[in-house]
């Protein structure tokens, strides 16, 4: 809204000029997502505990079991902060706002609905898969089929590392796509298991779809660097950046030992909000790369579970998503914390060096 009460006024008042610029956007962006986040975090929090909104902890981690009672759905804050400083200072004349827009809420709408059932029934248990997935496949279904009829669709696929190796996936690329954003979806939401884990991978990989959609949607920029130019997604460098920001707020009060947890209605919205901007972006494939935690932790449950059914009962971990086998084997929860964060960033580093090794 800043941005439409403003710009127009840039070719009359030289200071102004500073809103034609993506990046100067996307740095307020940032700013007013976090300065939202931290200011009514403790509101929220008081907010939370006295609906008596707490998380239900699995008994199998003994470890957890003073984390009870913890205020949970702290993704609403995400959403509380994200969303205002997005509709302030973003061009709300460009699609993939929108779409973007839609994509979060609608995975916080089915991750809201399997915080509440779970808290309904007083246990760790909401939705069942089979209606988590249906609601993810729905979202990321009508969100895909929106963006078909837009000029800067298409069903080329990027490959990091390769220039001139772009193969057309035609008719796949709509469940591929689907596929992209449900399974971030739902890895980010299995990452989430200890305080702070999920939401800096998050920031991180988030940061790095900053620098690519802002490349993606620069002629010039994406010629030089040979990715992919996607008309109009340099926007999406706003929403990136208002997701950072909104993130490092969130962290502020999900550090370890943490004040609240983002439950699903944070993990399944920022999840499946990654997939969709990797999608916009033209790099799937690269969110593998940069999300390589999240991928991980993902492994790590289907290897446990196919195992455990094929050997009659036998485990490959003590038990998973993977940071809890660690825990289970007696590393401080903190270390473990911050040593996905390290590997995170790496990640993100060996992401970014992409642009130039082609």
């Known amino acids: 809204m800043i941005y439409h009460l403003l710009y127009p006024l840039a070719g009359e008042i030289s200071a102004f000029n500073v809103f034609r610029y993506i990046t100067f956007r996307s740095i307020y962006a940032l700013l007013t997502a ?39 759905m702290g993704g609403l804050l995400i959403a509380a902060s994200l969303v205002p400083s997005v509709l302030l200072w973003a061009d709300l004349t460009n699609i993939h706002i929108w779409l973007c827009i839609i994509v979060f809420l609608g995975f916080g709408l089915v991750g809201f ?67 992209v954003m449900v399974g971030s979806s739902n890895g980010v939401n299995l990452t989430d298991g200890l305080d702070g884990l999920a939401i800096v991978p998050t920031v991180v990989v988030s940061v790095v779809f900053t620098v690519f959609v802002y490349v993606a949607g620069n002629v010039n920029l994406a010629n030089y660097l040979q990715v992919a130019y996607v008309p109009g997604v340099g926007e999406v460098a706003v929403f990136c950046a208002a997701l950072v920001g909104a993130g490092l707020g969130f962290l502020w009060f999900n550090a370890y030992p943490a004040q609240v947890f983002m439950g699903d209605v944070g993990s399944l919205s920022l999840g499946g909000t990654l997939g969709f901007i990797a999608v916009l972006a033209k790099q799937e494939l690269l969110l593998l790369l940069v999300g ?3 991928v991980v932790e993902t492994i790590s449950v289907i290897l446990q579970v196919s195992y455990f059914k094929m050997s009659g009962g036998k485990r490959i971990f003590r038990m998973a998503p993977l940071h809890h086998h660690f825990e289970l084997k007696g590393i401080p929860e903190s270390k473990i914390i911050i040593r996905f964060w390290i590997l995170s960033v790496l990640l993100a580093l060996v992401a970014l060096s992409t642009l130039k090794l082609r």
């Open 113 to 179: 609905l399997d915080d509440f059932l779970k808290i309904k029934r007083k246990r760790n248990l909401g939705l069942s898969a089979r209606t988590k997935l249906l609601g993810q496949l729905a979202v990321a279904g009508l969100v895909l089929v929106l963006l078909i009829d837009h000029p800067a669709y298409s069903t080329k696929l990027a490959m990091p590392f390769f220039k001139d190796f772009t193969p057309d996936l035609a008719w796949l690329y709509l469940p591929f796509a689907v596929l």
């Open 292 to 294: 390589g935690l999240f």
């Open 34 to 72: 976090l300065l939202i986040s931290i200011l009514f975090g403790p509101l929220m929090i008081r907010w939370l505990k006295r609906i008596k909104f707490g998380q239900y902890i699995l008994e199998d981690v003994a470890a957890h079991k003073a984390k009870a009672g913890t205020p949970t």
